[in-house]
């Protein structure tokens, strides 16, 4: 299927559902993303800055742009004046730095925020336990932020085909999700994203009670890993 057409069946799925599609354009070029731009899409998520921040400058501005890979605070510079939420805090200290950079560009809004929990059994998986971020939010430091919003929690599952396993992991980021919204936002309708699901889980995820799947093959065809 093309692009839109791509774009459209997502559409199709998810509108029974609470949950939104996130197009990850991860190393695909700016000419097909504004294929799915053209076929009414919004919601673009970037695994890299240097590469978000190309294609910002290159693409309409009322592209609501999601980072979605690892973050080092001394990359958000180059992204807090236009980003619109940031999935991927595993850390006091990052958010500590997007607040600060947030305010430095005198935003008129916050930069959404969502806290990255560890789910899977890979080593190579960023993310902060349930505890940890249970932590984070008890801090004065995080109680003085006024440039930042938390929206959610996000999670990336093992890189696995076994369905119960998925389940389990994309289980226990919904149990975090409840406990954080019982504890600290309860009554504030801005904590409400539960973001988990790729291409290959995203309609397990789903099952589960994701609110936001990130996708990117199954819109945008493989990647060309040569623009990496």
Known sequence: MSIQENILYFDEQLRPTPCRLVAVTKTHPVEVIKEAYDAGHRLFGENKVQELVDKYALLPHDIAWHLIGHLQTNKVKYIAEF???????????????????????????????????NIADEVTKYGMTCEEAE??????????????????????????????????????????????????????????????????????ALEEGSTMIRVGSGIFGARDYSRK
Not at 94 to 108: D, F, H, P, S
Not at 171 to 186: A, D, G, I, W
Request: charged share 25%; with cysteine.
């Open 83 to 117: 980003i619109d939420t940031i999935q991927s805090v595993d850390s006091l200290k990052l958010l500590v730095e997007i607040n600060k950079r947030a305010e430095m560009y005198g935003r008129t809004l916050p930069i959404n925020c969502m806290l990255q929990i």
């Open 135 to 204: 932590a984070l939010l008890q801090t004065e430091e995080y109680r003085q932020m006024q440039y930042i919003r938390i929206t959610g929690v996000m999670g990336i599952a093992t890189n696995t085909d076994e369905e119960q396993k998925l389940r389990q992991e994309f289980q226990q980021l919904r149990h975090c999700f409840n406990r954080l919204k019982e504890t600290f936002f309860m009554g504030n309708d801005d904590f409400k994203e539960i973001s988990m699901g790729m291409t290959s889980d995203w309609r397990i």
